[in-house]
């Protein structure tokens, strides 16, 4: 997510941290550098053109502070303004009502009904009772995509194809005050803003069931022409904001930086994953850090504490202090930390993942998959006594999990060396986080 946009900034940011002092001329040939960049990114013209303004005002308007360098105030402001320009603040979306109604809206493919369920696992987690309605009578098999979407994620779904869109969403509203659920999330059908019959459906679902939330769903991979989209949808719906999907596939992040200023609703929620559970609240200032490669540690901190069990966690603590840490114990670790998402995400919300050390590491996400075959080739003595394991034995582990002997010396080796660590992990205060993190 974002990658490119932020190693090209990074190159920009190398060259004007090589400067003494700053001077009117850097900066502007520097702003200049970044608003082609943000160009390149797609996007909308308007917005960086209010971006790259507001940067130079404010960077020619201050005293650089003796404790920090010219360019890394640069980069302060910068930092500062991209937050200002995503909406400053994060966007809590509004749960009253009896139940709650949100309605997704936006174009056919933009992911929709994927998000329907990955919303209602995300209240679900938070003490909600969620359904799920199928208000998608036009697409073939929608309502049968909604259903299996329901049953992964254990949420109830109201559906008929005999039924109208908004029969439906009104009948979903019956079924949660039959059935004490609090929360409906309508899946309406994807629709171009120039169909008019199609827009009215939507107007009529909006008048009749009065939902607290309607939320534009656009595909963060397509870029400005999201943003423009969205500005269409909001002169007929006037939605409260937007959700961009599909943020783990998008290396120019044009969509995040102008949709927020060009339709003055904010952005709600990102999608980072195809699993149900790789949803995100937005947060302008966390994001605007990530783009400029200063990671994001409040939210890995917050993906660990959800994915962490407690109470294993505090028998974890227990064998430290013993210096009891098994292969048992870092298989267990490794299930938390794929919990998280992928490793590669992870890597990027660690403040300076950027740098040359840790740019210059490759995240091979299939080492878990032979990690984990060589540990469940063990006996469970094995994993408990990994120092009985002689050349024989590693033989037969290897053939038990189809990788070679040199995999599990190497995993063997690294675990001698996480042991050692493990020792003063106590003095580190890192209770209760994966030891992965």
């Known amino acids: 997510m974002f990658q490119e946009l932020t190693d090209k900034l990074d190159l920009i940011f190398k060259n004007l941290k090589g400067h003494g002092k700053l001077s009117e001329k850097n900066v502007a040939d520097s702003l200049k550098e970044v608003r082609r960049v943000l160009l390149e990114a797609d996007v909308n013209y308007k917005v960086a053109k209010v971006f790259i303004n507001a940067v130079q005002q404010r960077a020619l308007g201050q005293k650089v502070l003796r404790s920090v360098t010219p360019g890394q105030q640069i980069v302060k402001i910068i930092h500062d303004e991209l937050t200002n320009i995503m909406g400053k603040s994060e966007a809590p979306v509004t749960i009253s009502g009896s139940p709650s109604i949100i309605m997704l809206t936006g174009l056919q493919g933009s992911g929709k009904t994927t998000l329907a369920g990955k919303l209602g696992l995300f209240f679900a987690k938070r003490g909600h009772k969620p359904v799920l309605a199928a208000a998608d009578t036009y697409r073939p098999a929608a309502m049968r995509q909604l259903e299996v979407v329901g049953q992964k994620v254990s949420i109830p779904v109201v559906l008929d194809p005999a039924k109208k869109a908004l029969d439906i969403c009104q009948n979903a509203i019956k079924y949660c005050r039959k059935n004490g659920h609090d929360l409906v999330i309508f899946d309406t059908a994807g629709r171009l803003h120039i169909d008019k019959q199609m827009m009215d459906e939507l107007l009529q679902i909006k008048k009749k069931t009065k939902p607290q939330e309607i939320l534009y769903v656009a595909d963060g991979m397509t870029g400005q022409d999201a943003v423009n989209t969205a500005r ?58 990530r783009i400029l490669g200063m990671g994001d540690i409040v939210t890995l901190v917050e993906k660990a504490q959800q994915t962490v069990d407690q109470e294993q966690a505090e028998k974890l603590e227990k064998k430290l202090r013993r210096q009891e840490f098994t292969l048992e114990d870092f298989y267990d670790q490794l299930q938390q930390i794929k919990k998280m998402g992928p490793l590669s995400q992870l890597v990027n919300m660690i403040p300076g993942a950027q740098s040359k050390i840790l740019k210059g590491i490759d995240v091979d996400e299939s080492a878990f998959v032979r990690i984990e075959a060589v540990i469940n080739s063990m006996t469970p003595d094995e994993r408990r006594r990994p120092h009985i394991i002689d050349g024989s034995r590693r033989k037969r582990i290897s053939r038990g999990s189809g990788t070679s002997v040199q995999d599990v010396n190497q995993l063997l080796k690294q675990f001698k060396m996480m042991q050692k660590m493990m020792k003063n992990v106590n003095k580190m205060g890192f209770k209760g986080l994966p030891i992965g993190l």
């Open 232 to 289: 269409e949808f909001l002169n007929w719906l006037d939605f409260d904001g937007v959700v961009l999907t599909k943020m783990d596939g998008d290396a120019r992040g044009g969509a995040a930086l102008s949709v927020r200023m060009v339709t003055d609703k904010p952005i709600k929620f990102i999608s980072t994953g195809e699993k149900f559970d790789a949803l995100e609240k937005f947060h302008p200032q966390r994001m605007a850090s």
